[in-house]
């Protein structure tokens, strides 16, 4: 069963902010998050582990909070080029050590001008 | 560049043929994942290996599909008698061996594969 995220598209002036959530109905170890542009390879964004860190990169930054199970990425000051589809990506407890993600559904970013 | 290397990057077969599909984990990786995705769909995992073993093929179809990582050489995916539902793009994965670091998985630009 994959993650859900939510919302499913958000569309964004350039210099808003946007969160992307991803829900999980399994108890995680982590949580991976991507971008992907059409038609290129999903890029690496940043991972967090259980114990409720919060983590930066640039203007993009996440949490994980490992009770409900969630993980939110937050965009703040949204620029042209954070265009693209997000996915957050899960390590379940259960499968700790297999290194094996579950995908979730993704979200379509758009920033126009 | 020596990141993760796939190719052929499209590849075209018609119902009833083999693909093939090869991926290069980038430099002092030795995990190697492939995830399938089809249009407007997230990744899903297929196969999870390191050299010379399959660790979990828990999402990958029990006929025509199997992958390999040999000691020497790239990962191959392999698709034999492909059918129509079989087109999309599939997409390898690799990270390094320190599982202590929590290491991410860094893609390649994948393979689209269309069935005629």
């Known amino acids: 069963q994959q993650p859900v995220q939510s919302p499913q598209a958000v569309i964004l002036r350039e210099g808003e902010d946007a969160v992307i959530n991803c829900s999980s109905s399994?108890?995680?170890?982590?949580v991976h998050w991507y971008r992907q542009k059409h038609g290129e390879a999903p890029v690496f964004l940043m991972i967090?582990?259980?114990?409720?860190e919060q983590k930066g990169h640039e203007k993009i930054s996440a949490s994980f909070n490992e009770k409900k199970q969630q993980s939110s990425l937050y965009l703040t000051a949204s620029q042209l080029s954070y265009s693209g589809t997000y996915f957050c990506?899960?390590?379940?407890?259960?499968?700790?050590?297999?290194?094996?993600?579950?995908f979730g559904t993704g979200t379509r970013l758009t920033i126009i001008p | 560049n020596a990141g993760v290397m796939q190719n052929p990057r499209h590849l075209v077969r018609r119902r009833g043929q083999e693909a093939r599909l090869r991926c290069s984990p980038m430099?002092?990786?030795?995990?190697v994942y492939w995830y399938r995705q089809l249009p407007e769909e997230g990744l899903k995992f297929m196969v999870y290996?390191?050299?010379?073993?399959?660790?979990?093929e828990s999402g990958m179809p029990k006929e025509r599909f199997s992958a390999e990582f040999p000691k020497e050489g790239p990962s191959i995916l392999r698709i034999q008698q492909v059918v129509r539902g079989d087109s999309a793009a599939y997409f390898c994965?690799?990270?390094?061996?320190?599982?202590?670091?929590?290491?991410?998985?860094?893609f390649g630009d994948g393979t689209r594969l269309s069935i005629l």
């Open positions: 430099k002092g990786h030795s995990h």
């Open positions: 399994k108890a995680l170890y982590s």
């Open positions: 290996l390191q050299k010379e073993n399959i660790i979990d």
């Open positions: 967090l582990l259980k114990g409720g």
């Open positions: 994965a690799s990270s390094p061996w320190d599982r202590g670091l929590n290491q991410p998985q860094h």
């Open positions: 990506g899960t390590e379940d407890l259960s499968n700790f050590g297999n290194e094996k993600l579950t």
